[in-house]
């Protein structure tokens, strides 16, 4: 008999699978992204399987009617060139429907996504280094959890495409994370989440007003991890960004390619000094 292969979504228990193939592709996934990406969409994480053994990965997370976006898309070596990842590319198109997307891909692997339909919109940069411990000013910076959420979906919702209230609960709450606020007079003029991943820390989303208030948000995220490996994905179309890297001697480590179906969204470009994942957008 032929080989069957079937795509179905996956249950909150196996979402493991794809951020353990991610490590396994260097990609440095955090320790709970799994969960936490899960809550995003918990209809928007697909497998492939090829007579019941999983061989593709890809997630289209659907964040409300109008915007979506793909990633974790892995189809596991020796079955790769069959056919088996553009079937559940398609599956996960179908369930985005009408909705622009996005996808950070990979560069070398523009061409093919532009086939799909995908139009390059920018780069992102991933950029890692040591963290350190420098002054910044502690004046406002708060807890996150002690800034009324209301004022960090807004001000998530200038930086973001689509409302993700689900999403920002889990991300900010995360165990192993740091996430911090710059709140003057009752005005969140900013804020960044760091967490822990296989290898170092991860700073991301980091929003801010403008580049002081950004490097004070970095400065501060990094105090109780010194020394540890840091990881920023900054945003080629905002140039502030690459002020911040630079500033602590960060190194590029790859790029990739931001991509939308239906054009790029209007977001306030020049707060974004830090993308929340490569793979959720």
């Known amino acids: 008999m032929a080989p069957q292969y079937t795509i179905r979504r996956m249950r909150e228990n196996e979402v493991q699978l794809a951020i353990d193939w991610a490590q ?38 659907v964040y409300d009617e109008w915007f979506a976006f793909c990633g974790l ?19 996960r198109l179908e369930y985005v429907g009408e909705r622009n997307a996005g996808i950070d891909g ?13 139009r390059l919109a920018h780069h992102n940069e991933r950029y890692g280094g040591q963290a350190v411990r420098k002054p910044f000013d502690a004046r406002c910076i708060r807890p996150l959890s ?11 919702r200038h930086c973001f495409p689509a409302a993700r209230s689900a999403f920002l609960h889990a991300w900010i709450a995360q165990a192993d994370a740091e996430a ?16 822990r991943c296989v290898e ?5 989303p980091l ?8 490097e004070h948000l970095f400065r501060a995220l990094q105090q109780a991890v010194a020394g540890d490996p840091i990881y920023l994905d900054i945003p080629e179309n905002n ?3 690459k002020k911040l890297v630079e500033s602590q001697a960060m190194e590029l480590v790859f790029s990739t390619g931001r991509m939308y179906l239906r054009g790029q969204p209007d977001l306030a470009d020049h707060k974004i000094f830090g993308i929340t994942t490569f793979e959720l957008g």
């Open 207 to 214: 929003f801010a007003d403008d580049l002081e208030i950004a």
């Open 146 to 156: 002690e800034v009324p959420f209301s004022l960090i979906e807004t001000y998530d």
């Open 24 to 61: 396994q592709e260097g990609w440095n996934p955090g320790l709970h992204d799994a969960g936490t990406f899960y809550q995003a969409d918990q209809n928007g994480f697909f497998v492939g399987e090829l007579d019941g053994e999983a061989i593709a990965v890809g997630s289209a997370v």
């Open 180 to 195: 911090l606020g710059c709140l003057d007079n009752g005005r969140l003029k900013g804020f960044g989440v760091r967490r």
């Open 106 to 118: 990979v560069v070398e692997n523009i061409p093919i996504y532009e086939r799909i339909g995908y």
């Open 73 to 91: 898309y892995i189809v596991k070596p020796g079955y790769r060139g069959h056919g088996y990842g553009i079937q559940l590319t398609r599956a």
């Open 239 to 241: 140039p502030q960004t």
């Open 200 to 204: 170092g820390h991860k700073i991301g």
